[in-house]
Each structure stands twice: as structure tokens, then as C-alpha cells.
């Protein structure tokens, strides 16, 4: 059985609540063309190309090479000879000035110091023995004049060897300190009292004036050196040779400048000097062996 369906709605109707509303179609305005836009032109370059060359950044010149010649000529260090010269003027002798450690004979001397500290215990000399009947002979010798075997030794072999070291007050000749080879006068300045008085009593003459070298008795001289604030003496035994000097110097100033405001305020240094003056009994020549 089938149902009658009901027409559509009319759109003619004024009270259909869904009638569409009107749209309003702005009008063409007069004149306008009447066919389509021109196209646009667009200017496009090939595939690859360019229409405007790309920059070049500018690369940096190079300067040519110079030959040595002219880099010499040209080129400008950053310190002269004059510049060394002027730096190592304090470590350098000049005038009046002490030599500095490292002027030629000081230099010298500093490294005789320390050599002979290292090999001292080390070093037996570059001499062999003598023989059987030379020893025999210089015993006898040493027994009829009253003398010690070593005293002959080194006078025969014209050796030379630092027995004893004083240091004196510069102007009241004081002991100040003093190092022997004797272990037992090393050890006590009771016993180097009096040799000592008797070495600060010949260091000057009725005048004032100092003696630098004169005998010290018991076959030995006393090598006298100066300083600023002491004097030294050095009593040796056989013929020095020329070094002996400049070595007695620069342990002196080596003493004073260390113990510089020890001098100027005049205090006790015997026993912190006594370690330098016994570097100065290691001065010796190489002697020929005692030993029987």
C-alpha cells in the first residue's frame, strides 16, 4: 500500500520561512575592458646564468721575498748588543767595582772552589810513589833535623798545602774565626790563641803598614789578604803558585758578603764562618803519596 507524497514546498510563497534570501551582484562599472588581464612579464634569466656578476672578494698582496741582504738591511731586533751589554754590566768587573762572580779570574776561582769540595776526598794525585830507598832517605833526613816526614816530602817535591787560616778584625786585629788541619787546634780556640796572637802581632809594623808575606815560623810564610771589614791570613807550607792568591780573595769576599751586616754590627761569627774557611785549607797541589 502506498502513501501519497506531499509536493515540494513552492519558493513563491512569502511566508515560506526557508526561502533563500537575494544576493546582490555588484554591476560591472562602464568601461572596462571587455577582454582578459595582459600577462605579466617576468624576466627570468636561463638555467646557470646570471644577469649580475657576483663579487670578488681582493686577496691580500704578497710581499715579494727579500734576499738575506736585504732582510738584514731591513729588519729591526727587538734588543741590541748595547741592550746585552747595559743588562750584564752588574755581573761583569769594571772600574773600581768588585769583580762580580763571573768575571774571568773570579769566575776561575768559583769553579776551582767547587771542584776541589767535590774531589777532595777523591783525588790522590798524579804522581806515583816514591821508591823504597827515596822514602828511606828522606826519613832519615826528617830524624837528624828534628823535622816531620811530611815537612821533608813537601819540600822535596816543592808541593805546597794550607795548614792553618785566620780571619782578623780589619781594624783592632781581633780573632774572628780560624780552621787548621789539626783536628785537635780546629776544635779549640784555646790552643790557636796563641799562634794567632803572634800572626796579628807581624801583620803590622811600627808604621801601620801591612806586611803581605812574611815567615810564620815552623818552615811555613802567611800569605796576608785584605778585605773591608777583616784580614785574613793563611799559613802555608811549601812554595804557592800564582792562583793562590786570587783563590784567598774570592773566599774573603765571599765570607764578607754574606756576613755583611754580621761585620757592621760586630758580632760573634766564629763558628758560622769556620765551615768557609775550612774550604780554603782543600787549596793544595797534588803531592806524591807518603805512604811506605
Request: proline share 9%.
Amino acid at each position: 500500500m502506498t502513501s501519497e507524497i506531499s509536493p515540494l514546498p513552492s519558493t513563491d510563497s512569502p511566508n515560506d520561512p526557508v526561502a533563500p534570501s537575494g544576493v546582490d551582484v555588484p554591476q560591472i562599472p562602464e568601461g572596462s575592458p571587455e577582454g582578459p588581464a595582459p600577462k605579466s612579464s617576468l624576466d627570468v634569466a636561463p638555467f646557470g646564468e646570471l644577469h649580475e656578476e657576483p663579487e670578488v672578494s681582493v686577496k691580500a698582496a704578497i710581499p715579494p721575498l727579500l734576499s738575506e741582504e736585504e732582510e738584514c738591511d731591513t729588519f729591526e731586533p727587538d734588543y741590541t748588543d748595547a741592550d746585552l751589554a747595559e743588562a750584564l754590566q752588574p755581573l761583569m768587573a769594571g772600574g773600581n767595582t768588585v769583580p762580580a762572580p763571573f768575571a774571568s779570574e773570579e769566575f776561575e776561582a768559583t769553579l776551582r772552589c767547587a771542584f776541589r769540595r767535590a774531589l777532595a776526598e777523591h783525588s790522590a794525585g798524579p804522581f806515583d810513589q816514591p821508591d823504597f830507598v827515596q822514602r828511606c832517605l828522606w826519613r832519615f833526613d826528617a830524624l837528624l833535623s828534628s823535622r816531620s816526614y811530611e815537612e821533608i816530602l813537601y819540600q822535596k817535591t816543592k808541593r805546597f798545602r794550607m795548614e792553618e787560616i785566620y780571619l782578623f778584625d780589619h781594624d783592632r786585629l781581633s780573632l774572628v774565626s780560624f780552621a787548621s788541619i789539626d783536628p785537635s787546634r780546629h776544635a779549640s780556640a784555646r790552643k790557636i790563641s796563641p799562634a794567632a796572637q803572634r800572626i796579628a802581632a807581624k801583620i803590622r809594623d811600627h808604621s801601620g803598614a801591612i806586611s803581605l808575606d812574611f815567615a810564620a815560623g815552623d818552615g811555613r810564610r802567611a800569605m796576608i789578604r785584605i778585605g773591608r771589614w777583616s784580614i785574613m791570613a793563611a799559613l802555608v807550607r811549601g812554595e804557592p803558585d800564582a792562583l793562590v792568591r786570587n783563590d784567598l780573595d774570592y773566599a774573603l769576599r765571599r765570607i764578607e758578603t754574606r756576613f755583611e751586616h754580621d761585620f757592621e754590627a760586630d758580632l760573634p761569627l766564629l763558628l758560622e764562618v769556620q765551615p768557609l774557611l775550612e774550604e780554603c785549607l782543600l787549596i793544595h797541589s797534588p803531592v806524591i803519596p807518603a805512604s811506605v
